[in-house]
């Protein structure tokens, strides 16, 4: 099956300091690609969506000059926190579009297994 | 925008007894619903994807109901296991473009041995 995977899986960092968080779908190309933040008892919330070849786009609420996304090849979208700050400690998790054949609409979404950041 | 709903937020049950989780969504033009479980501190595990055309998918011991046009779908869990302790959420697939999901809040189970 699709197997998306993250990397970290844990990263410590510095306040002031950037982080960067790696998504790979190792078996499928993605053009699309999702990142969701989710605070502890919470549930998971739509960051960005990540585009092949183009910029992403942002949920209203979202810093895109904090949160940059980079969607370099069929692959790998990255997310990098600049300047984290403690409030931005969170789980963050990207999921992988896997391609359909009838319009692209609605497939089924395979998630990673989330990086946990804490900032200090 | 849409809006997703579980209920019972938390949810403890002896072992051996069957339970029903349920999530409820504002707007019905979904295009699939999706149940995932959360393990504490990981990722997302998908359970069960129903398209809108589908009334039930089952998967060994759950199974997932969905009435698309009254917004509401169930995870119904049989023969409930210390092992199914989870977060469990569902989440919609609007369709439209982005085709990002939509996350309940989550019912968190516990099954007591």
């Known amino acids: 099956g699709a197997v998306v995977s993250q990397h970290p899986s844990r990263v410590i960092c510095k306040s002031g300091t950037s982080v960067k968080i790696e998504c790979r779908s190792l078996d499928f190309q993605a053009t699309t690609m999702f990142w969701y933040r989710q605070f502890p008892k919470q549930s998971l919330m739509l960051m960005a969506t990540?585009?092949?070849?183009?910029?992403?786009?942002?949920e209203q609420g979202v810093e895109k000059d904090k949160f940059l996304i980079n969607h370099a090849s069929l692959t790998l979208s990255t997310l990098t926190v600049t300047s984290a700050h403690p409030e931005d400690s969170s789980f963050y998790i990207c999921s992988a579009k896997l391609p359909g054949t009838s319009g692209g609409y609605g497939y089924e979404q395979y998630f990673g297994p989330g990086t946990r950041l804490t900032v200090t | 925008k849409q809006e997703v709903t579980q209920i019972p937020a938390a949810l403890s049950v002896p072992e051996g007894e069957n339970l029903v989780l349920n999530c409820s969504f504002t707007?019905?033009?979904?295009?699939?619903l999706q149940w995932f479980r959360q393990d504490p501190g990981k990722g997302l595990t998908s359970l069960l994807l129903i398209q809108s055309s589908q009334r039930e998918q089952t998967s060994g011991r759950l199974n997932a109901s969905l009435d698309k046009s009254s917004g509401r779908s169930t995870l119904y869990i049989a023969a409930s296991q210390p092992g199914d302790s989870a977060t469990y959420l569902c989440?919609?697939?609007?369709?439209?473009?982005?085709?990002?999901?939509?996350f309940g809040t989550g019912t968190s189970l516990t099954v007591i041995p």
């Open positions: 990540s585009n092949e070849g183009s910029k992403a786009t942002y």
């Open positions: 707007d019905s033009a979904i295009y699939n």
């Open positions: 989440a919609v697939n609007p369709g439209y473009t982005g085709n990002q999901f939509y």
